[in-house]
């Protein structure tokens, strides 16, 4: 079978979106069907393209084996609603022709953000009398919204006009979480054999296995004997870590303590700023890590911090929780007691949780966590427990048994990858 992927990031992205539409088109690739990728140029999360990508609007690349045809997309110097806007055109109006390029597909397969990649998505359904698949990664428009990013823009109702056509259009609509899956029925009426959950997934014994302790410690002396309480990804808006600062505050006078800002993105500057007017010493910021010095982090933090501000997008379940779980390291939530994220950590145990604006119950936690540690390890075997449901081979084998429930298998490399399950 013919299967077309697309995404607005692929690898070498190695951090959201492009985590899973890379895996995605690896496993079908794996399975023996003929994969074809349309992405743009690798930007994300450093909001920069690699030197050899600049200045170019088209190029094919293999990856193990896969076809990836990518076409130019605008990477905004300064991140604003309008230059998202610019960029997400862009990259729509290129992987318009890298469709025409990829030739007739059996399944299209997009994951979004951005919106406009499932009318394209939709378009190419038609001509190519396709099914398509609509994986949403993100509620883009709900979370620009909810951080006051659009105002009051009259392409709000042309966006949401366009969300409800694609996902009408398309043979299947996936997300990732229940709260997801929730506000999509909210926007539109679809018929249960429509909408179909597929979280996001890991290899978990991999992932569990991979980094070094000790390593991060190495390349960082200055945290060699320190507590280590870290954020790793994108330093957005919605993650409002200006929390993780004034943590910090409360604990300026426990040498043995740090607080560390991982990544780039977005709200870095303002951060940086904010920080400054705490005069601080035990809040750092480090750029962002390579996947092997990432998992190097995972192996040497204390405790990972994870916070999104209220009102972001309730229902977003961020992927890395996974390999943090994976890693059976102890998770920090400070989110909003009716997000998603929140919800899974408490009800499950998978670690410790506060209220996004209860500073002073983040404070005695950490506080009780410095206090008796090894109080707090059964939260880290609980968490490797859980994410074994969202392996990897258990997550996509299921996928695509629905996916053989909707398409017509007709050529033997089809039949024989299903027939597999």
């Known amino acids: 079978?013919?299967?077309?992927?697309?995404?607005?990031?692929?690898?070498?992205?190695?951090?959201?979106?492009?985590?899973?539409?890379?895996?995605?088109?690896?496993?079908?690739?794996?399975?023996?069907?003929?994969?074809?990728?349309?992405?743009?140029?690798?930007?994300?999360?450093?909001?920069?393209?690699?030197?050899?990508?600049?200045?170019?609007?088209?190029?094919?690349?293999?990856?193990?084996?896969?076809?990836?045809?990518?076409?130019?997309?605008?990477?905004?110097?300064?991140?604003?609603?309008?230059?998202?806007?610019?960029?997400?055109?862009?990259?729509?109006?290129?992987?318009?022709?890298?469709?025409?390029?990829?030739?007739?597909?059996?399944?299209?397969?997009?994951f979004t953000t951005p919106i406009s990649l499932g009318l394209l998505g939709v378009l190419f359904q038609k001509i190519w009398k396709a099914k398509l698949i609509i994986n949403v990664q993100d509620l883009q428009l709900?979370?620009?919204?909810?951080?006051?990013?659009?105002?009051?823009?009259?392409?709000?109702?042309?966006?949401?006009?366009?969300?409800?056509?694609?996902?009408?259009?398309?043979?299947?609509?996936?997300?990732?979480?229940?709260?997801?899956?929730?506000?999509?029925?909210?926007?539109?009426?679809?018929?249960?054999?429509?909408?179909?959950?597929?979280?996001?997934?890991?290899?978990?014994?991999?992932?569990?296995?991979?980094?070094?302790?000790?390593?991060?410690?190495?390349?960082?002396?200055?945290?060699?004997?320190?507590?280590?309480?870290?954020?790793?990804?994108?330093?957005?808006?919605?993650?409002?870590?200006?929390?993780?600062?004034?943590?910090?505050?409360?604990?300026?006078?426990?040498?043995?303590?740090?607080?560390?800002?991982?990544g780039q993105g977005g709200d870095l500057i303002n951060l940086k700023a904010y920080a400054a007017t705490k005069k601080t010493s035990n809040i750092d910021f480090i750029d962002f890590l390579s996947q092997e010095d990432y998992y190097n982090f995972l192996s040497d933090v204390d405790i990972v911090f994870l916070s999104q501000k209220n009102d972001s997008g309730d229902a977003y379940f961020p992927s890395k929780l996974l390999g943090i779980m994976a890693k059976e390291k102890l998770i920090f939530v400070a989110a909003g007691k009716d997000s998603e994220i929140y919800k899974v950590v408490a009800n499950n145990k998978l670690g410790i949780s506060a209220n996004i604006d209860d500073l002073d119950n983040m404070e005695l936690l950490i506080d009780n966590y410095l206090q008796n540690k090894e109080q707090f390890k059964f939260y880290e075997s609980n968490a490797f427990n859980f994410v074994n449901q969202f392996d990897r081979n258990l997550v996509l084998r299921r996928l695509f048994n629905r996916l053989n429930e909707s398409v017509p298998v007709t050529s033997p490399i089809g039949k024989g990858a299903f027939q597999n399950y």
């Open 1 to 110: 079978m013919k299967i077309l992927v697309s995404s607005m990031t692929f690898a070498p992205d190695h951090s959201g979106i492009s985590l899973y539409s890379t895996d995605f088109a690896t496993y079908a690739s794996e399975q023996g069907h003929d994969v074809t990728v349309v992405t743009g140029f690798s930007w994300y999360p450093k909001w920069e393209k690699r030197p050899e990508d600049k200045g170019k609007l088209f190029r094919t690349d293999y990856f193990k084996s896969i076809k990836v045809l990518r076409g130019y997309l605008y990477v905004p110097k300064k991140v604003t609603s309008l230059t998202r806007i610019i960029q997400e055109i862009t990259f729509i109006l290129f992987a318009f022709f890298n469709f025409f390029r990829a030739g007739r597909q059996d399944v299209i397969v997009v």
């Open 142 to 262: 709900d979370a620009a919204q909810s951080l006051g990013m659009l105002g009051k823009l009259p392409i709000i109702d042309a966006m949401n006009v366009a969300e409800s056509y694609s996902y009408r259009e398309a043979d299947i609509v996936t997300s990732i979480s229940d709260g997801m899956i929730n506000l999509i029925r909210q926007k539109v009426a679809l018929d249960d054999d429509k909408i179909y959950l597929w979280p996001n997934w890991i290899s978990v014994n991999e992932a569990n296995k991979k980094g070094t302790e000790g390593i991060f410690r190495d390349k960082f002396p200055k945290y060699k004997d320190k507590i280590i309480v870290g954020y790793a990804g994108n330093v957005g808006v919605k993650q409002s870590l200006s929390v993780l600062i004034d943590l910090s505050e409360k604990f300026k006078d426990y040498a043995d303590l740090v607080f560390l800002i991982i």
